[in-house]
Structure formats: structure tokens, C-alpha cells
């Protein structure tokens, strides 16, 4: 489905009946990320899936995309569906605008999914590799890139075991534009950095990661819980910290929900069913 949201034409899928679940893609993915999801939740649950500017069959305005843009282009979205609260799933870049999301719209969120994700802000040298990376697709194109990238975000197992992920994430990554993947890098060099509001975090949260995960590796993960649960980082007055738990999903990489579905998928709906029941 296409929809003219903020300034731009998005594409969106929707499944299923139930609670609303906001499922959010990667860079550079679309929401064909998401497929073994909605067909493991749509019976009990209503499953929207975009396609963030720039990617997928959503249109490529110029960049930056900043977090926030992308956050207001969601809640943009759940307004037009008539949403007043969804349980946000983001998978690293997904999970970095979920984090603005909750900034800007905290009583819109009822649950949280943080999948392959990290808090932290890039440092000098990812920076620069993104600059990096903007020439390149700029004067090569999108298909070298995602061929390199292609090792970095599966776990060994699923480069030997899976072609059909393989060939999955290879199709999501060699159909992204170069406008949207310049954007997307353009925002992410500045967004900001998210480990002050991990304990801002006040409602379930489910931590999700590839035990493989080289790029937001399984340390990132404990981080990310530890700031969530740090009774004392409300100061003085009491804070009521929420349920977080971390799950990791052997054999996976980086696409942990593309690479093992079934663990992924297993993990996800017992935390959807606790925090809807
Ligand atoms: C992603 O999967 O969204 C990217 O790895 C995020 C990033 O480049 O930081």
C-alpha cells in the first residue's frame, strides 16, 4: 500500500488482526526483512511492516534522513492507520529510530523490540567509513557495496547453510537506491547518541541478538540491558524500571530474524503475548 506521509510516498504492508505491531527495517533492507514475522504473527496480531524513505518501494526524497525525520515518518504512518499505540520493533538502523521514537512519542509505545541494535553513536572512523561509503555508491553503484557487506552481516553458518537468506538479503540490499542508501548513511553519521535515554526506557523491552553478531555483537546487547535496569539512574526519585530481557538468537548474524526465523520468531511472540495479555 502507498501513502503520502510527511513529504513523501511510503510503501507499507499491513497483515493480520490484533494489537498493533510496528515492525522496523535496517539499512539497507526494506520490509521484506520482515516476511517469516508476519506470517509467524498475523493470526493474533495486526503487523504493519514500511518501507522507510528511501528504501524498498517507499520514494527517495534528497537526505539527510535523520532518526527523527524517520520517526516522524512512522508516527506519520500510525496516524494515518488510526494507531494510538504500537509495540515498536527496530533491527539496528530500526532499532536507532526507535530510539528517536520514543524520545519524541514515549505514550505511543507500549512495548519495545531492540533487535541487532546498538545506543552508541558512531565514532571518528565509522564516520569517516560512511563518508567513504557515500563516494563509492555514488560512483559505483549499489551492487560492489552490498557484495561486501553481504559477509559482515551473516553469521558463518547462514553463508554456508542458507542460501536462500543469502539470496534474501543479497536481493534487499542490491535493490536499494543509492539516493536512499546516501540519505540513510547522511543520518546515521549524525544521530545522536542514544545511551542517555536507555534509562528513560520505561516499558517492556525485549532485547533480541545473533549470538554471531559482529556488528552490534551480543556485548552491545548486555550494555544496552544493564543501562535499561540502572535502578539509580533516575537520581533521586524512584524509578519504576520495566521488564527488559535479552534473548540471543543462535547461528545468527547481524539479520538474525532473516537468518533464524524460528528462534527469532519463537522469542518474539512470548514477549508479545506477556505484554499484550
Ligand atoms: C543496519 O543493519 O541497519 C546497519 O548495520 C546500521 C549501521 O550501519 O549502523
Known amino acids: 500500500m502507498r501513502q503520502t ?9 499491513v497483515a493480520g488482526y490484533g494489537p498493533a505491531v510496528l515492525l522496523v ?5 526494506d520490509h521484506r526483512l520482515w516476511r517469516a514475522q508476519v506470517d509467524a504473527l498475523a493470526e493474533d496480531y495486526w503487523v504493519i511492516t514500511p518501507d522507510l524513505r528511501g528504501f524498498g518501494e517507499s520514494a ?5 534522513y535523520t532518526m527523527d525525520l524517520m520517526a ?3 508516527r506519520g504512518l500510525l496516524r494515518e492507520l488510526g494507531i494510538e499505540q504500537v509495540i515498536l520493533a527496530g533491527l539496528s538502523m530500526g532499532g536507532y529510530i526507535s530510539f528517536a521514537f ?27 567509513n560512511r563518508l567513504d561509503m557515500i563516494q563509492r555508491v555514488q560512483s559505483e553503484g549499489v551492487e560492489p557495496i552490498a557484495e561486501e557487506m553481504l559477509p559482515n552481516v551473516l553469521s558463518d553458518r547462514t553463508l554456508t547453510e542458507n542460501p536462500d537468506a543469502v539470496q534474501q538479503a543479497r536481493r534487499m540490499m542490491t535493490d536499494a537506491s543509492v539516493a536512499g542508501i546516501v540519505g540513510a548513511l547522511q543520518g546515521m553519521i549524525e544521530r545522536p547518541d542514544s545511551r542517555p535515554t536507555l534509562p528513560t526506557i520505561a516499558v517492556p523491552t525485549l532485547i533480541m541478538v545473533g549470538e554471531e553478531d559482529t556488528l552490534t555483537p551480543p556485548s552491545e546487547a548486555e550494555a544496552m540491558r544493564d543501562a535499561i535496569l540502572d535502578e539509580g539512574a533516575g537520581g ?7 521488564k527488559v530481557r535479552i534473548v540471543r538468537i543462535p547461528g545468527a548474524g547481524h539479520l538474525s530474524p532473516l537468518e533464524n526465523p524460528d528462534d527469532f520468531d519463537e522469542a518474539l511472540r512470548e514477549f508479545l503475548d506477556e505484554v499484550t495479555k
Open 5 to 13: 506521509i510527511n513529504d513523501f510516498e511510503m510503501n507499507y504492508e
Open 25 to 29: 527495517h535496517g539499512f539497507p533492507h
Open 60 to 64: 527517495a526524497p534528497p537526505g539527510p
Open 72 to 74: 516522524e515518518d512512522l
Open 102 to 128: 520514543w524520545r519524541l512519542y514515549p505514550n505511543v509505545v507500549r512495548a519495545l523490540v531492540l533487535a541487532d541494535t546498538r545506543a552508541a553513536p558512531d565514532n571518528p572512523e565509522g564516520k569517516q
Open 236 to 242: 533521586t526519585t524512584t524509578r519504576l524500571v520495566p
